[in-house]
């Protein structure tokens, strides 16, 4: 799935959502602003199986434990549930899971006007989980914890947009799903619905820019061939 991630709440916000304090430290360096323009290899607040007590700052595309170097690796942003299917040792991975907290993302549509971005939030949360799976990757001086998003295939409105969906955990089935074994993850009755999410055209900038922008998130019109309302 190609796409970015936004965060928009405060930093107050979240530890409510959470009722986990986030230590100066972490603020100071992840969540100083809001975050209109997150890519792979920035960082997002995760809450693992392991530690369901804690937020830690995980970088996005995993990095295999067994990776001899992870410099110059951009890593797995993104796994399908359908890669899951009759493979038990890719599921065995799963035993590291993880919840990653955002306020919105974005989607690209292939169309003949060239890629059309779409941020997609919900329509009842200003924060949502998305699932998961984590990596420790360790060396002899420091530890690196990365994560990729599992993602699904879209069979109701998005599909629209694009053939694949992050999966969005229900927020009253958080807890159960991040203590729920490798076996168990796949239960759709966790998984929050597509009609659930909003979603708009927003300026195609957000495909390659770095800058963080509020206005990326802005819904803006599009004709055939040509894009308006620029900013």
């Not at 972490?26 to 209109?36: G, Y």
Request: charged letters at 25%.
């Amino acid at each position: 799935m190609e796409g970015k991630l936004a965060i928009t709440v405060t930093t107050e916000e979240l530890e409510q959502h959470l009722n986990i304090q986030i230590s100066f430290q972490d603020k100071n360096k992840f969540l100083k602003e809001a975050l209109f323009n997150i890519s792979p290899s920035n960082f997002l607040p995760v809450v693992t199986n392991m530690d369901r007590n804690s937020v830690r700052f995980m970088k996005w595309g995993l990095i295999p434990s067994w990776k001899n170097n992870s410099k110059n690796s951009k890593g797995l942003t993104s796994i399908s549930l359908s890669s899951f299917e009759g493979k038990p040792l890719l599921l065995n991975a799963l035993d590291k899971h993880c919840i990653v907290y955002v306020s919105g993302f974005y989607i690209w549509k292939n169309s003949v006007a060239g890629k059309i971005p779409y941020y997609i939030t919900s329509k009842k949360r200003k924060l949502f989980g998305i699932a998961g799976m984590w990596e420790c990757w360790e060396t002899d001086d420091k530890n690196q914890d990365s994560f990729c998003l599992i993602t699904q295939k879209t069979n109701g409105p998005l599909s629209y947009i694009s053939t694949e969906w992050p999966v969005i955990i229900k927020e009253e089935k958080e807890s159960e799903w991040l203590a729920s074994t490798s076996s168990e993850l796949m239960n759709e009755e966790n998984f929050s619905p597509e009609y659930d999410f909003n979603y708009h055209p927003v300026n195609q900038k957000i495909i390659k820019s770095i800058e963080n922008n509020p206005k990326f998130i802005n819904r803006i019109t599009y004709v055939v061939g040509e894009q308006t309302n620029l900013f």
